[in-house]
């Protein structure tokens, strides 16, 4: 790994990867090149503007805002938040450091794009074939600490995928898949530091095959049925809205068999006996028994709010109508689940 010193401080519109080529001429094939995310974003002119006298707190909460798809969890003034790109990360990946106290600086628009125009551009300057990696510094759940990872890649697989090999032992493989690109953000991080002013490294003497098409960071992007960790606990139910037009998709009935069960175990002081059915078209009748009384239906009520918490919880979304009540059996409500239609 080898730090690239004596690079300038980057302002949109300057010249990256000729600023690159000239600080280190002895780039060769097969070289990678590590860039922080920051001077990407510089150079691209993804920067917020703060008015002087202006509270930059306040403009960066809502550059976050702007930045994010949806809430994740949150503490405080800290929120984790998921991006456009698909990343998981703390504010946004909007940083205040190591940057003008006027400006806050955004994650590329698209760093993937950013990094495959470096290495079209360094082959053009220098002759050469590298791969390029834009690097950025995420936090770690579970774990203290900062690290760097791949948000944007070009010329080299973001993962080696070991699944089906067998280990020294006759053992096969069956999830190990290696995320070679942030181990190799993370590894040039050691010789760019946080404070050194140094943005590029190269990683040089590692083997690896173009992939071809290349499909950048995508498939670090772990979210829909592979995130068993799609929320917060405080936000649970603050991020669960009632969908209007639901497309239905298979599995209804069980998922909300299961939803029912899962209510019930954590909601045991409420005795309440009921039935829910129909076909697997995305609405599922919720029937009180004969003789409903008010301190049944209030039972009710906070299971099927439960319910409903439980199954935005896996996925689902979902909107509650209130019926009229009919014949014997009061009629409680009208359950629709799917997925939205956009």
Do not use: C
Request: proline share 7%; aromatic share 4%.
């Amino acid at each position: 790994m080898h730090p690239v010193p004596g690079l300038p401080e980057f302002a949109p519109g300057d010249d990256l990867a000729g600023a690159i080529a000239g600080a280190a001429p002895w780039l060769a094939d097969g070289d990678v090149v590590v860039v922080t995310s920051k001077v990407v974003s510089k150079v691209e002119g993804r920067l917020v503007r703060v008015e002087p006298g202006a509270d930059r707190e306040a403009a960066r909460q809502r550059a976050i805002d702007e930045e994010s798809v949806r809430v994740v969890a949150r503490r405080g003034p800290l929120r984790i938040v998921e991006t456009r790109h698909g990343w998981v990360v703390a504010a946004a990946g909007i940083d205040a450091s190591n940057v003008p106290g006027d400006a806050l600086v955004l994650l590329p628009e698209d760093a993937d794009a950013s990094a495959a125009r470096l290495r079209e551009r360094l082959a053009d300057l220098l002759g050469i074939t590298v791969a390029v990696i834009v690097s950025d510094t995420f936090g770690r759940t579970w774990r203290d600490g900062l690290t760097d990872v791949a948000v944007g890649s070009a010329g080299i697989p973001a993962l080696i995928d070991h699944r089906g090999d067998v280990d020294a032992h006759g053992n096969r493989l069956e999830t190990t898949q290696v995320a070679v690109v942030d181990e190799l953000a993370s590894a040039a991080d050691l010789v760019k530091g946080k404070l050194g002013g140094v943005p590029v490294a190269v990683v040089r003497g590692l083997a690896y095959a173009p992939p071809t098409p290349d499909p950048g960071t995508r498939p670090l992007v772990r979210l829909g049925p592979g995130d068993l960790f799609p929320y917060g606990s405080r936000d649970v139910v603050a991020s669960r809205a009632p969908g209007a037009d639901l497309v239905p998709r298979p599995g209804d009935l069980e998922a909300v068999a299961e939803a029912f069960r899962v209510a019930v175990a954590a909601l045991p002081e409420f005795s309440v006996v009921l039935r829910y059915g129909g076909e697997e078209d995305g609405v599922v009748d919720v029937h009180l028994p004969e003789r409903a009384t008010t301190t049944t239906a209030l039972n009710l009520g906070a299971l099927i709010g439960a319910v409903i918490v439980q199954l935005h919880a896996e996925g689902w979304t979902t909107r509650w109508e209130p019926a009229a009540t009919t014949g014997g059996t009061s009629l409680v409500g009208r359950l629709w689940l799917g997925s939205p239609s956009g």
